[in-house]
């Protein structure tokens, strides 16, 4: 079992900035992959960004690209999500996931089944 919690939504102007953070309990964090997606409202969840267990592959979206950055810090448990030059486009319930499962597809990162666990959310609101 793994527990996620997101943190660090909150409304900011355009062209603002924000970090999101996600602290997960429960089984080694540092042995699987994580990714945040994100879900406005009357759309569908889609994929932000995604990370391999050590850090040493990033995914991005191409909406999000030379924007956000993923990063992971094993020692503490947490994924984080740099957020940049925010647009009110990414206005959206962000979420972070774990990939637990050994098994992959092509690209895995932008798949939302390749996840099995997944936070509550935190709101981020970006006013033009």
């Known amino acids: 079992q793994v527990q996620l919690v997101e943190s660090g939504g909150e409304l900011v102007q355009a062209a603002g900035s924000l970090r999101l953070s996600c602290a997960a309990s429960?089984?080694?964090?540092?042995?699987?992959?994580m990714g945040w997606f994100r879900q406005a409202p009357g759309k569908e969840r889609e994929f932000v960004a995604a990370?391999?267990?050590?850090?040493?592959?990033?995914y991005y979206a191409d909406s999000v690209k030379g924007r956000f950055t993923i990063s992971r810090d094993n020692a503490k448990n947490t994924v984080y999500l740099q957020m940049n030059s925010l647009k009110p486009e990414d206005t959206a319930v962000y979420y972070c996931a774990a990939k637990t499962s050994p098994k992959y597809v092509i690209n895995w990162y932008e798949n939302r089944e390749s996840f099995d666990y997944w936070g509550q959310g935190t709101q981020v609101t970006v006013s033009s």
């Open positions: 429960g089984r080694s964090f540092s042995s699987y992959p």
């Open positions: 990370i391999t267990w050590n850090g040493g592959s990033t």
